[in-house]
Nanobody, 115 residues
C-alpha cells in the first residue's frame, strides 16, 4: 500500500525559509515522479512543483526561483526547499504520487507565513 508522510511545516516570518520532506513507502520510489501541491484556506488545491524519476523539475510560476524540489532515492524522500517565503505561501502542503493510475496523497503539513 502506498503511503506518503509529510513533515517540516511550521510558522515563519515573511522572507524566511522552510524545508518540507515527504517519505514514501509501498512503491519503488525511484521509478516515479513526485509532486507537491498546496491548499490555502478557502481555496482549491493547487500544483506547486514536481520532479521526474530522472530528476527533471517543474514549478508553478509563483514559486519559481524561490522553491526547489529534490529527491533522495536512498531515503525514499522528496523535499521542497522554500526560500523567501511570502504570506501568500500560507497553506497546507501535500505530497502526491500517481501510482497504478491512482492519485495518492499524504495528510499534509501546515505552513504559515506571517508578514
Amino acid at each position: 500500500q502506498v503511503r506518503l508522510v509529510e513533515r517540516g511545516g511550521d510558522s515563519v516570518q515573511s522572507g524566511g525559509s522552510l524545508r518540507l520532506a515527504c517519505v514514501a513507502s509501498g512503491l519503488n520510489f525511484r521509478l516515479f515522479a513526485m509532486n507537491w501541491y498546496r491548499q490555502a484556506p478557502e481555496k482549491e488545491r493547487e500544483y506547486v512543483a514536481s520532479i521526474s524519476a530522472a530528476g527533471s523539475t517543474n514549478y508553478t510560476d509563483s514559486v519559481k526561483a524561490r522553491f526547489t524540489i529534490s529527491r533522495d532515492n536512498v531515503r525514499n524522500t522528496v523535499y521542497l526547499q522554500m526560500d523567501s517565503l511570502k504570506p501568500e505561501d500560507t497553506a497546507v502542503y501535500y505530497c502526491n504520487v500517481v501510482y497504478a493510475n491512482r492519485n495518492y496523497w499524504g495528510r499534509g503539513t501546515q505552513v504559515i507565513v506571517s508578514s
